[in-house]
């Protein structure tokens, strides 16, 4: 990351462990994921944004913005991040990468440069990288005194959409997660250290074969689900590019 930011300004914020926290070392997948079924590791990534978050309002900027340490980044972030007048009013909270997954987006966009500004309308994984401000960081930090939700959930989850108010995503993204490029992770240390799930059972027979009949209405439902979801919001459903 050292090399990735030469030339700009940047501070370094050490991570939590979450080896040194209590707690669960994998979720119970029967269980819906909450305060009391995250593992620890889920944990500790919400501290140490929360430590940076901190850090940014104790210095008194008008923006700030959060990398992890695992990312590849576009030729033209340093210029984004070198001046915030891209940033609309009102945007408290803007996400930067991309999953590489599809998610709902606003037709209703704003310029930014040679990118768009515009309004999630769903959830988008990953915490990895997002500008936010003032208001913005004193929001997140209230909202995660208490964890009830893996830190990209409670940022971008489509549960915060009707509580926090808009969230923005920049399109095209400047930020890729080195795992969603091939090649992308080339020394061991940008694997992510949040644990995976132990491998799950296998369903018996006739718990697989009905799921397996069931699954194209099922596929069918979510289908008309996002079509009249995209008409009510005027909303796009696309993966945000990376460039």
Not at 161 to 175: D, S, V
Request: hydrophobic fraction near 40%.
């Amino acid at each position: 990351m050292q090399r990735c930011l030469q030339g700009l300004a940047f501070e370094r914020v050490p991570a939590v462990d979450g080896k040194r926290l209590d707690g669960q070392e994998y979720r119970d997948e029967s269980r819906p994921v909450g305060a009391d079924n995250m593992t620890r590791y889920e944990l500790a990534c919400v501290q140490s944004h929360r430590l940076a978050w901190s850090r940014f309002l104790a210095e008194g900027g008008v923006y700030g913005c959060v990398l992890e340490d695992d990312l590849i980044l576009s030729p033209n972030f340093p210029r984004f991040v070198s001046d915030a007048s891209w940033i609309s009013a009102g945007c408290n909270l803007v996400k930067i990468e991309t999953y590489c997954e599809k998610v709902m987006l606003s037709r209703a966009t704003v310029g930014a440069w040679d990118r768009q500004l515009t309004e999630l309308r769903s959830l988008h994984q990953g915490s990895g990288a997002y500008t936010l401000s003032r208001r913005g960081a004193e929001m997140l930090l209230a909202e995660t005194a208490r964890p009830s939700l893996p830190l990209d959930l409670l940022m971008f989850g489509a549960d915060v959409l009707q509580q926090r108010g808009p969230l923005h995503q920049l399109f095209p993204a400047l930020c890729v997660q080195a795992k969603h490029m091939p090649g992308g992770i080339d020394f061991e240390e940008m694997q992510s250290s949040i644990q995976p799930q132990p491998a799950k059972r296998s369903r018996p027979l006739l718990k697989r074969i009905r799921r397996d009949m069931t699954r194209p209405f099922r596929k069918l439902h979510a289908f008309g689900g996002r079509l009249i979801f995209q008409l009510r919001a005027n909303a796009r459903h696309l993966v945000v590019p990376y460039a």
